[in-house]
């Protein structure tokens, strides 16, 4: 029996309801886990620099240098960590932090900078208007309307839509941008976003590449020699965002192309036992290439079948959504360390925290307790995984694969302290049974 197939059946094998003693003993290490939030914030904190505008946190605080303004790695991170702990804490302290960095991110916003959600001004928007809800000061929700009028002007007509750049994904291109500009809609009421996002998806639509089964493929630009067709940087991306246009609009023309980029990718997944695992990239290396986070594995692109699912109350969509979680235990998640596709890296984009929310978010769908229990092995590998002195808690990690030998320590969101602090922050809630807001990025379905 293969190894993956008899991680499989441990998994079928467990109980499909909520094992009181599991969540009693999580319930009991919830300290623990809000214990070393609060001891990454105090990291963080120790990173700041203080600017004539406010505070900005560098990528890597041990180069001053490297201050940026992307939600991947820059300043967003920590003000939405802060901002978070906030709403956890009532400590206002977090507050005058997220507000002194919300400060200077506004003030760094040029009409001409890149436009997308990880890596642009739709990420600078969405953390301002996040900003802006908790402290409803208006200076906030302005800076985040501007970056939609920007947004607005700088969109240029493309076929039948609207474009930004060539790139049609999630991290950079027309569908990360386009899922803030439907956020933009939701929460701040921005006149015109909505539109703006409708003219955006029809010429993703038109980009789409028809494959000979009837299904359809996005690459991530013209130019790019490898087709990566995960969620950050390729079809599942593409037609999430379609689909999460489909579920604002009801126009039948988006759920289609959402469904034709779904049997694509179903269509080239590794099936075996009753998984659904989709190689990094179609060159001959990449094919034999498994992730398992957030960028180019299934707790990444399960977020479109799960859509697809909300949109179509189609329960094959739920059952492709829980074979994804069943890959990841199947590849090892979330013992395995060092692997292809699977190394030394804890972050929310590529990692181990990655790993532990998409489980959590499996165990909220199913109540199945082998999701929560399977979340928390792999925030206390979190723990383990820890540096931590008198400045606070971090984690030395090796941000990309390629790169082996460079460890290091980062403050934002999608690779450092920011995004595992506040997922140890929500696991700490979740143990409490605590209820408060949370925020949800525009690329998140999971949201109770």
């Not at 094998?13 to 009181?20: F, P, T, V």
Request: hydrophobic fraction near 40%.
């Amino acid at each position: 029996m293969k190894p993956r197939f008899a991680a499989i059946l441990i998994l079928v094998a467990a109980s499909a309801s909520l094992a009181a003693p599991l969540r009693d003993n999580l319930k009991n290490q919830s300290q623990p886990y809000l214990n070393e939030a609060l001891s990454a914030a105090r990291w963080i904190e120790s990173t700041s620099l203080t600017t004539s505008t406010g505070v900005v946190w560098p990528d890597d605080p041990t180069d001053p240098k490297s201050v940026s303004t992307s939600l991947y790695a820059g300043t967003p991170g920590p003000i939405l960590f802060f901002l978070e702990l906030y709403r956890y804490t009532g400590k206002p302290g977090f507050l005058r932090q997220a507000k002194s960095g919300a400060d200077a991110l506004a003030a760094s916003l040029a009409k001409d900078q890149p436009t997308g959600l990880y890596e642009g001004l739709a990420g600078d928007g969405f953390t301002l208007g996040e900003v802006y809800l908790v402290t409803h000061d208006q200076k906030y929700r302005a800076a985040a309307l501007q970056c939609v009028e920007w947004l607005k002007q700088s969109a240029k007509k493309a076929g039948d839509g609207l474009q930004w750049n060539d790139t049609t994904d999630v991290i950079a291109g027309g569908s990360g941008t386009g899922l803030f500009l439907l956020w933009a809609a939701d929460k701040l009421h921005a006149p015109g976003a909505r539109e703006v996002a409708v003219e955006a998806g029809l010429h993703l639509i038109e980009l789409g590449k028809p494959t000979s089964d009837g299904g359809t493929r996005w690459l991530m630009d013209p130019t790019f020699p490898r087709e990566m067709p995960n969620f950050s940087h390729g079809t599942a991306g593409v037609a999430y965002f379609l689909a999460t246009l489909y579920q604002v609009t009801k126009q039948k023309q988006f759920l289609d192309a959402a469904l034709k980029g779904a049997h694509y990718l179903i269509s080239i997944a590794d099936k075996q036992g009753d998984i659904c695992l989709i190689y990094h990239d179609n060159t001959p290396n990449g094919k034999s290439l498994y992730y398992l986070g957030w960028c180019h594995g299934p707790a990444g692109t399960a977020r479109l079948f799960y859509r697809l699912y909300q949109d179509t109350h189609d329960r094959q969509w739920l059952d492709w959504t829980e074979r994804s979680a069943r890959a990841m235990v199947a590849e090892g998640a979330p013992e395995k360390v060092v692997s292809p596709g699977v190394w030394h890296n804890i972050s929310a984009c590529c990692g181990v925290t990655a790993e532990a929310a998409f489980f959590m978010d499996m165990y909220q769908l199913t109540k199945k307790s082998q999701y929560l229990d399977l979340a928390k092995q792999a925030s206390d590998r979190l723990l383990t995984l820890a540096t931590e002195d008198q400045q606070g808690t971090r984690w030395i990690q090796v941000e990309t694969r390629v790169k082996p030998d460079v460890a290091i320590a980062q403050t934002g969101y999608m690779q450092g302290a920011s995004g595992v602090g506040m997922w140890l922050l929500h696991l700490s809630a979740f143990a409490q049974g605590k209820s408060e807001p949370t925020i949800a990025f525009p690329d998140n379905p999971f949201v109770y």
